[in-house]
Nanobody
Framework: QVQLVESGGGLVQAGGSLRLSCAAS????????MGWFRQAPGKERDIVAA????????YYADSVKGRFTISRDNAKNTVYLQMNSLKPEDTAVYYC???????????????WGQGTQVTVSS
């Protein structure tokens, strides 16, 4: 089992920045792919960004390219999502997830955090 705990969400004005953190514990493994997803009210949960735990390959949804950066600190078993130039449409609950394949549909991820709310005001 892998436990994931997100932190760093909150309320920010448009154009501002937030950094989300995801701390992993339990049977963490360098083979896990880590992803950030988000879900707005009435919408499906979608991939935001993903990173291979040891290889450093990254993926970004088109809507966040150039504004968000995913990174990881293997020594701390923590993954980060730096979010800059935030827009009201970025408002959602953000989830951290761990999976075994470098794929992006939510169903391919095995472990999920509880989510953290990000609200961007206009």
């Amino acid at each position: 089992q892998v436990q994931l705990v997100e932190s760093g969400g909150g309320l920010v004005q448009a154009g501002g920045s937030l950094r989300l953190s995801c701390a992993a514990s339990g049977r963490t493994s360098s083979s896990y792919v880590m992803g950030w997803f988000r879900q707005a009210p009435g919408k499906e949960r979608d991939i935001v960004a993903a990173i291979t735990w040891s290889g450093g390959r990254t993926y970004y949804a088109d809507s966040v390219k150039g504004r968000f950066t995913i990174s990881r600190d293997n020594a701390k078993n923590t993954v980060y999502l730096q979010m800059n130039s935030l827009k009201p449409e970025d408002t959602a609950v953000y989830y951290c997830a761990a999976g075994r394949r470098y794929e992006f549909p939510p169903r391919t991820y095995d472990y999920w955090g509880q989510g953290t709310q990000v609200t961007v005001s206009s």
